[in-house]
Nanobody, 130 residues
């Protein structure tokens, strides 16, 4: 059973930075452990719908960013450590949310704005004060 565990959330002032991590363990059948699969970060603020933040297609390293974070956030993956990262700079109060990592074995065309994964972590809270 695939498990994802996020960490790195916290409280920062506007303009600050945080780096989220998501460690994957276990496996699911089929797909995980293949060289190419999709991982992503999502967020959900109270009273709002879940929003896709960024995705990366492991292998080619193709990335996608929501317009709201483009130029401020960077998604990356360390294959050896089986860890997904989200570097968040120039944080704004509107970035306040619970952040989740997720993964699924989907074709590259499904890794991006419409990514709808089946495997989720428990989330880590990010709070940005003005």
């Amino acid at each position: 059973q695939l498990q994802l565990a996020e960490s790195g959330g916290g409280a920062v002032q506007a303009g600050g930075s945080l780096k989220l991590s998501c460690v994957g363990s276990g496996y699911y059948d089929p797909g995980y452990g293949d060289s190419n699969y999709c991982m992503g970060w999502f967020r959900q603020a109270p009273g709002k719908e879940r929003e896709g933040v960024a995705t990366i297609y492991i292998g080619p390293g193709t990335t996608y960013y929501a317009d709201s974070v483009k130029g401020r956030f960077t998604i990356s993956h360390d294959n050896a450590a089986n860890t997904l990262y989200l570097q968040m700079n120039s944080l704004k109060p509107e970035d306040t949310a619970m952040y989740y990592c997720a993964t699924d074995d989907v074709p590259p065309t499904y890794c991006g704005e419409g990514f709808s994964p089946d495997n989720w972590g428990q989330g880590t809270q990010v709070t940005v004060s003005s």
